[in-house]
Nanobody, 123 residues
Framework: VQLQACGGGLVQAGGSLRLSCAAS????????MGWFRQASGKEREIVAA????????YYADSVKGRFTISRDNAKNTVYLQMNSLQPEDTAVYYC?????????????????WGQGTLVTVSS
């Protein structure tokens, strides 16, 4: 499956952005979807994940209460709503797809990756 992420940009601290990731396949609903991020000089880390039906989600502690992951299986799209953004949220954000049922939390558990979209939060 091919993934295309978009929605990144420059925002001031306290602001919001909404990332989108469109999948190429109609079998999108068969994949657990995740958002990861990688800051300069750091390892890629999980931000959020959502099960196939959207009924269960996972969030990293650092984004709980600020970010919301959702999906629209009819549109083959997963979203990441990011509120109360802080400079430490600055990173390249990637969407990823995992064919397994239980959402993984490490990059190696995801088989397909989008190209990444840069989020920059200024103080």
């Amino acid at each position: 499956v091919q993934l295309q992420a978009c929605g990144g940009g420059l925002v001031q601290a306290g602001g919001s952005l909404r990332l989108s990731c469109a999948a190429s396949r109609s079998s999108f609903s068969s994949y657990t979807m995740g958002w990861f991020r990688q800051a300069s000089g750091k390892e890629r880390e999980i931000v959020a994940a959502i099960r196939r039906s959207g009924g269960s989600t996972y969030y990293a502690d650092s984004v709980k209460g600020r970010f919301t992951i959702s999906r629209d299986n009819a549109k083959n799209t997963v979203y990441l709503q990011m509120n109360s953004l802080q400079p430490e949220d600055t990173a390249v954000y990637y969407c990823a797809a995992d064919p397994r049922v239980v959402p993984g939390t490490t990059p190696r558990e995801y088989d397909y990756w989008g190209q990444g979209t840069l989020v920059t939060v200024s103080s």
